[in-house]
């Protein structure tokens, strides 16, 4: 494996921030988990994610109870809503929107547009948690193999690894629904199926994580007093491996919502008629001037959505590691004109004279990390595999 | 170089031999019976059991696979009973559905492909990199503060959900361009340019958040460092710094990360080509899966990670070209 990262940090917007190994967390950075908080709670922007979110979450697993209270479901058709004689566009403003319907209904069926988009959410994040536990689980399992185990062992998972962050995963996920028996559950597919090709990224970083900790003394010496290495793995290594992986799953779980939205829109995914975002906007094609707002609902729910894990995801990467946000301040017009900066940078101002030169040592690992800074005489190693950490779907 | 070369072209095979091995495995030993797929609902098991003859199923699975391998090297002959069909050299097998080669269903799919990637490399280029400029430029000000938050808001968000909004603006609304649908560029280039307007952009500007964020990224990293502060000495102008000088860091990440994103919707920008259909790899696939043609899924795959594999290869070769710091080993 190549151990020099190409993509600054900021760049691809989720390199990942050294854990702070136990306590050698400097007294700014990293830290507790109080201290990670505050700082979270200093940012609007994250705040008002979480609430969303919260409320989101909270809608989804409410979902039977509102519909009883609007005396909806999600499967019932309602012929009389829809005027067929105009191919199905449902009766009344927007959509059909009434006292029963407080979102209208469904071109073409009927069916009630708020049950439909509750328990579409209910089934976006259960496939987007469940997945993302997986790829954690496998992750860290495989990371921590490789990192402990012998170089064999390390190279061919490494190898494993590499080939599936490669590879895109919706292509190779839309590929494998072809082999699965029809009866098979769904979202339980979807879950496993994004689980079992999704782990690379986090392989990967605890795999340096633990190639880095490997060698600080509170490992040796747990080591040394004979404890073999899958209680070394659990006792020592893992507690201080939960930073990064934190900041990862922040990552995957927004894009585990897209991977299982835009499986349905393919109509590969979740099978009719249970219902689910991606389903909904893939049938909103034929409806655009009819029922604008079949459209602009479940797009505007899928935005807002991964939008807030987004904002959340980068909220936390940075109160995680706030050095990673000043190194990125450094000679902007503020900082050179000695102006009272903005919060941000008022906040790091002590830091931005001297510039924090010695970054957390023992970063390796491809994943992490800026390139460092070279003068023009010292060549990089050859870069290796170069890969965007976040895949984009296409 | 050519060491290096050798030796990555050399790993890249094996990559995508054990990628064959895992694939063909996968789809062949899968439950349901390929012959049977590939005969249809209705057909008798006499059929059947011609079937079988003809893709040869009767023989063990590592023979199958190694046929699978020969035909793709040297290609490989088909029996019907009564006359012979040959499939030449890359040959993926025969289609199910249509019982065309698979080979040749790809080949024809690859144009409209690599339009819709062409275009929206170059979409993705001058916006994401002059995105990425500006706000490197700006940097501490307000429009660096939309930028960001507009880049962020869009990195990580569905294509499709851009797609469907220019959709139903341009196409559904204001009435400027018709629904797309494909036109071959050898047919009428004036049509196939119009038709592709709208996937560009879509597929252009979705991209673009990556790189607007890579290039300011870049950009701001190369800022900080100590050649930059000796310009800033000599009293080189700011703006000569950052769009002479900083952007020289954007240009190695930028020029690989485009060679990969390239391969990657070679083998098929999936969601966009079946949002606007166009009849490109990625639709392929969708409909092979959709009546579970087994061959053509296979082909796609292994097609899709040849793509993907060389991309690699080239980002890295191009990276080392831009950025003559770096040595290939």
Request: aromatic share 6%.
């Amino acid at each position: 494996m190549s151990t020099v990262a190409h993509e600054p940090a900021a760049a691809g917007g989720n390199a990942l921030p050294p854990a702070a190994p136990g306590g050698a967390a400097p007294a700014d950075g990293g830290g507790t988990a109080r201290a990670v908080l505050r700082r979270l709670r200093r940012r609007p922007a994250a705040l008002i994610s979480a609430g969303v979110l919260a409320l989101l979450v909270l809608l989804a697993l409410a979902a039977p109870l509102i519909t009883a209270l609007t005396g909806q479901d999600p499967h019932t058709y309602h012929d009389d809503l829809v005027d067929s004689a105009r191919g199905g566009v449902p009766v009344g403003p927007l959509g059909g929107v009434s006292a029963e319907h407080w979102l209208g209904v469904e071109p073409g069926t009927g069916r009630d547009l708020l049950a439909r988009l509750l328990h579409g959410a209910r089934i976006s994040l259960l496939v987007a948690a469940g997945a993302t536990v997986v790829q954690i689980s496998i992750g860290v399992a495989v990371g921590l193999a490789a990192g402990l185990g012998s170089p064999l062992l390390d190279s061919l998972l490494s190898r494993v690894g590499d080939i599936l962050v490669a590879l895109p995963m919706l292509v190779v996920g839309i590929a494998l629904t072809a082999v699965v028996p029809a009866d098979f559950p769904r979202p339980l597919l979807l879950i496993l199926l994004i689980g079992a090709l999704g782990w690379g990224g986090t392989a990967r970083i605890v795999r340096a994580q633990t190639l880095t900790l490997k060698r600080l003394d509170f490992v040796a010496a747990a080591r040394l007093s004979g404890h073999g290495p899958w209680r070394v793995a659990r006792r020592e290594l893992l507690p201080s491996l939960g930073a990064p992986v934190i900041t990862y799953a922040a990552v995957l779980l927004p894009a585990n919502i897209v991977v299982e939205a835009s499986l349905s829109f393919l109509g590969v995914g979740v099978k009719p008629p249970t219902p689910s975002w991606g389903q909904m906007l893939s049938s909103a094609q034929t409806w655009f001037r009819a029922d604008p707002m079949y459209v602009l609902l479940p797009a505007g729910l899928l935005f807002v959505t991964v939008l807030s894990f987004t904002v959340l995801g980068e909220a936390v990467r940075t109160a995680l590691d706030p050095r990673e946000a000043s190194r990125l301040a450094v000679g902007t017009r503020r900082e050179r004109s000695g102006r009272p900066a903005g919060r941000l940078n008022g906040r790091l101002s002590g830091r931005l004279n001297g510039r924090p030169a010695g970054r957390p040592s023992g970063r390796s690992g491809a994943a992490q990390g800026p390139r460092p800074a070279l003068g023009p005489s010292e060549p990089l190693k050859s870069p290796g595999p170069l890969r965007p950490q976040k895949k984009t779907l296409s | 170089m050519t060491l290096f070369l050798l030796r990555r072209l050399g790993g890249a095979l094996l990559v995508l031999l054990t990628l064959s091995v895992l694939v063909y495995g996968l789809f062949y030993l899968a439950p349901g019976d390929p012959a049977r797929l590939a005969c249809g609902e209705r057909c008798s098991p006499q059929q059947i059991a011609q079937v079988r003859r003809t893709l040869g199923l009767n023989e063990s699975v590592v023979t199958q696979y190694l046929h699978f391998l020969q035909g793709i090297v040297a290609g490989r002959d088909y029996s019907t009973g009564t006359s012979v069909r040959h499939c030449a050299a890359p040959c993926l097998g025969l289609s199910y559905q249509s019982d065309q080669e698979v080979t040749r269903l790809i080949l024809e799919r690859l144009p409209a492909t690599a339009s819709l990637a062409l275009g929206a490399l170059v979409i993705w280029l001058v916006i994401g990199v002059g995105v990425g400029l500006l706000s490197a430029l700006r940097r501490g000000g307000f429009t660096e503060r939309a930028l960001t938050v507009l880049t962020l808001a869009a990195t990580g968000m569905p294509v499709f959900i851009l797609g469907l909004l220019l959709l139903m603006a341009v196409c559904a609304y204001l009435r400027w361009l018709p629904f797309p649908s494909y036109v071959p560029f050898t047919e009428n280039p004036e049509q196939w340019a119009w038709n592709l307007l709208l996937p560009w952009l879509t597929l252009g500007l979705f991209e673009s958040a990556k790189y607007a964020r890579l290039t300011r990224g870049a950009t701001l990293e190369t800022l900080a460092e100590d050649h930059v502060r000796t310009f800033r000495a000599y009293g080189v102008g700011e703006r000569a710094i950052v769009t002479r000088h900083a952007l020289r860091g954007a240009v190695p990440p930028v020029i690989a990360l485009s060679a990969l994103d390239v391969g990657t919707m070679f083998g098929g920008a999936v969601l966009t080509e079946s949002l606007f259909g166009i009849p490109g790899l990625g639709k392929t696939l969708i409909d092979g899966v959709k009546v579970i043609d087994l061959p053509v899924v296979v082909g796609v795959v292994l097609v899709i990670g040849t793509a993907v594999v060389l991309a690699n290869l080239l980002a890295d070769v191009l990276y080392a070209v831009a950025d003559r710091r770096v040595v290939l080993s």
